[in-house]
């Protein structure tokens, strides 16, 4: 409950207005209005634990019903073998298999496992087992039950039980005769069976019950086969691995001798294409004169030689035409032949040098000591251009040899390159022989290959005769009789149904609780509307047609609703004293039946047992029942005053009972909303303002008509009713904030029909004071 100091204040009233005056409580801050809700540990247990009877109830009935399931199911036994798959043997011979045998490899497993549990080797087991003639794999031969499925519990439940039901059977009994069904005494027990082979159904009932798993790391497979017999299990694990071990050793059987008849047929055919490819080439070596190929070798080979030493004249005419080149551009700057290599490699050009400088310098030494024309100066130097005039000399003629080399180089190469050409045009016309020789050879060489590799396999097939005997798959492990059923597993259903019991439970609480779309603490309405929760109204299997709520407040003031009322008159006297003259307070709720009018009643009768004076005003125009409750005539009231058929005297009565003042709703109108928004309603408020302690007007829902919006602003407080767990939140929420959008005048919040017991299972608190004094106070304790 919110603290008295946080409720709306009252604002002065506002100027008159035309035709009416209107009064507004105290303006407070707007309620900052919410929907959401949090959710938490304590939440989750206080739900559980309020509707835990809910949860018992479905923890009951599912377990017994898988209980009583369980009982009617047969036993299921299961018989385990195991298969290994050998893969390929070791060989006393290096002889390949022309039957290929099981590889290892996971894929082969897998297959070899796929194929045991396939349709061919079901229906052969079928066959051989002769399990056609049996009803658990052949349905057309069991005994066929007609009665309907009613009839049959009988054989479930123990007697005490059945008898107990007998009248419910009954009933069902007609209802499935009226339906068309058989009756009991018509449908007399089992049917007679009608025995017909049918491969299909008793096949597919096999497979249902054949389960074929291949090892992840090992060459093992595991045949697994249920049944409610157990040497059946184990006779029919046995014959399915003996059935694919047959399978298999004629799979191979087959393949070896389709293979033996193919490769006669071949050799036969092979040996004649051999002996053609043979004759073909020899006649062909005769015609071009091929008798040995090594001719066309020696030919390349000599071709590749010669194409050497043509390289190599090439690189020295090359070589001699640059030397020659150098000499060319040498001789056109003087002295410039004698920079060549040749030139200056040349012992007679070095010896011609050497005397050269000898006369240079005995020239150089005779020209500082004598005159030009002194005889032995003029004849060295005679003698020195005698010597130069030999060395350019020489020079000529080392230039002369190098074109001539330069020329023979070249002669060289051409010798060499027609020789090559003509040896190429040679082993051209003897290529195109070889080419077809060496595909005369080819063919000739695959056809012997193949005859002999043909001709082999053939004699392999006599050798491997003997290998098919040993299998390439074997049982390590035989299926043995089971002593216990796999299935049914009673413990375990049991325990999953009492789990599973649980949770259900648990997720229908959780929706018939998130389905209640109502308030069930004040908390919840004070977060969502921002106003106080003023009282909790509870419920009272007390009220009844013979104690009405005026007895149950004068003879029992200790029940729960009268300390409800009070705490109300309480907490609403609080809030009017807060400003003087706020005496009229309207009550109005969102739909119909949610104790409004139960409040005013109490609230007013209460109040003016107190020794105050109250009025009671009925301005609801729809549906009025203060005059029932209180027991009096509705000849004359609120609607004729308003429409000036009576005055106000005339209008307002007194109950000696309950001691307290009332106007009734009077005459039906056709337009309640014009008349209750009249001036004469405004003066009707006032006047009961200033002779009256406590004005209470009771309206009509706000959801059903606009009364309630009409007179807000005409009223001192809104005193609006919730009842728990029924109202919508979202209807309450909207139908507030018209209200405050109006007048902003709401006092708070009554929540009626409380069950405090469940409440306090989400609240923790028991509201002890409501039953203070009283024998019927409640006794649960507060968490």
């Not at 050497?308 to 032949?337: C, F, H, M, W």
């Amino acid at each position: 409950m919110s603290n008295i100091s946080s409720f709306p204040q009252r604002q002065d009233a506002p100027p008159a207005e035309a035709n009416a005056t209107q009064r507004r409580a105290p303006s407070a801050a707007k309620p900052v209005f919410e929907t959401t809700e949090s959710y938490d540990i304590w939440w989750l247990i206080s739900v559980l634990r309020r509707r835990l009877k809910l949860i018992a109830v479905i923890m009951v009935i599912i377990p017994v019903a898988t209980v009583l399931y369980v009982n009617t199911l047969a036993p299921t036994y299961s018989a385990e073998l195991r298969l290994l798959i050998e893969g390929d043997r070791e060989r006393v011979l290096n002889i390949a298999s022309v039957a290929q045998g099981l590889s290892p490899d996971s894929s082969t497993i897998q297959t070899e496992a796929e194929f045991i549990a396939s349709r061919e080797i079901a229906l052969q087991t079928v066959q051989q087992l002769g399990l056609q003639r049996d009803p658990e794999f052949n349905p057309t031969l069991r005994a066929v039950d007609n009665r309907p499925w009613i009839v049959r519990v009988h054989e479930i439940l123990p007697e005490p039980l059945y008898g107990w039901l007998t009248p419910a059977i009954e009933w069902s009994l007609s209802t499935v005769s009226m339906l068309g069904g058989e009756r009991l005494d018509q449908a007399g027990g089992g049917g007679v069976p009608q025995v017909r082979d049918e491969p299909a159904l008793t096949t597919n009932t096999f497979m249902s019950k054949l389960t074929v798993d291949a090892a992840r790391f090992a060459r093992v497979i595991t045949i697994t086969f249920h049944s409610t017999d157990p040497t059946t299990a184990a006779r029919v694990a046995n014959a399915i691995a003996n059935v694919y071990l047959r399978d298999n050793r004629e799979r191979r059987e087959q393949s070896l001798r389709r293979a033996s008849a193919w490769l006669t047929g071949r050799v036969s055919g092979l040996r004649d294409s051999v002996n053609e490819a043979e004759r073909q080439l020899e006649q062909f070596r005769r015609d071009f004169g091929l008798v040995e190929i090594g001719g066309a070798s020696l030919l390349r080979q000599q071709i590749a030689q010669l194409n050497n030493t043509l390289i190599s004249a090439e690189i020295e005419r090359a070589e001699q035409e640059a030397r020659y080149s150098q000499v060319l551009t040498l001789t056109k700057s003087p002295d410039g032949l004698e920079s060549v290599d040749l030139v200056q490699a040349s012992a007679v050009i070095t010896q011609l040098r050497l005397q050269e400088s000898q006369l240079r310098r005995r020239v150089a030494e005779l020209e500082t000591r004598y005159q030009d024309k002194y005889p032995p100066l003029v004849q060295a130097r005679d003698q020195l251009a005698d010597l130069r005039a030999m060395i350019r000399t020489e020079v000529t003629r080392i230039a002369q040899n190098l074109r001539n080399q330069v020329e023979i180089a070249r002669v060289r190469e051409r010798n060499m390159q027609t020789a090559v050409n003509r040896l190429q045009a040679q082993l051209d016309q003897q290529t195109d022989a070889e080419v077809t020789l060496r595909s005369l050879e080819s063919e000739a060489e695959a056809s012997r290959d193949l005859y002999e590799l043909i001709l082999t396999r053939l004699k392999e097939t006599d050798v491997q005769d003997e290998s098919l005997k040993a299998p390439e798959a074997r049982i390590i492990s035989r299926a043995v009789v089971p002593e216990t059923p796999i299935a049914p597993r009673k413990k375990v259903a049991v325990l999953a149904s009492v789990l599973g019991a649980a949770i259900l439970g648990g997720v229908i609480v959780l929706i018939v609780e998130f389905s209640i779309r109502g308030f069930k603490t004040p908390q919840q309405i004070e977060v969502a509307t921002g106003l106080p929760v003023l009282a909790q109204l509870p419920l009272n299997d007390e009220l009844s047609n013979k104690m009405t709520l005026s007895r149950l407040l004068v003879e029992r003031p200790g029940s729960t609703v009268t300390q409800a009322l009070r705490r109300l008159r309480t907490t609403m006297s609080l809030v009017l004293q807060e400003e003087a003259n706020r005496r009229v307070v309207l009550v109005s709720s969102s739909i119909s039946g949610e104790g409004k009018s139960t409040v005013v009643e109490g609230l007013s009768a209460l109040t003016a047992r107190a020794g105050r004076r109250v009025l009671l005003i009925d301005a609801d125009m729809q549906n009025p029942v203060q005059h029932k409750r209180l027991g009096v005539s509705n000849v004359v009231g609120l609607s004729d005053y308003l429409v000036g058929d009576a005055e106000l005297d005339e209008v307002i009565e007194f109950n000696p009972d309950s001691g307290l003042y009332y106007i009734s709703r009077g005459s039906s109108v056709q337009n309640p909303e014009d008349i209750i928004g009249s001036t004469a309603m405004v003066r009707l408020l006032d006047e009961a303002r200033k002779r009256f302690d406590l004005v209470l007007v009771d309206t009509a829902p706000v959801s059903s008509v606009g009364d309630a919006l009409i007179l807000t602003p005409m009223v001192d407080g809104v005193l609006y009713i919730v009842e728990w767990e029924r109202t919508h939140r979202e209807t309450v929420i909207q139908n507030i904030r018209d209200i405050y959008e109006i007048g902003e005048n709401v006092l708070g919040v009554v929540l009626t029909k409380v069950n405090l017991r469940v409440q306090a299972f989400d609240t923790g608190i028991e509201y002890y004071y409501y039953g203070y004094g009283s024998e019927s106070a409640p006794t649960t304790q507060a968490r």
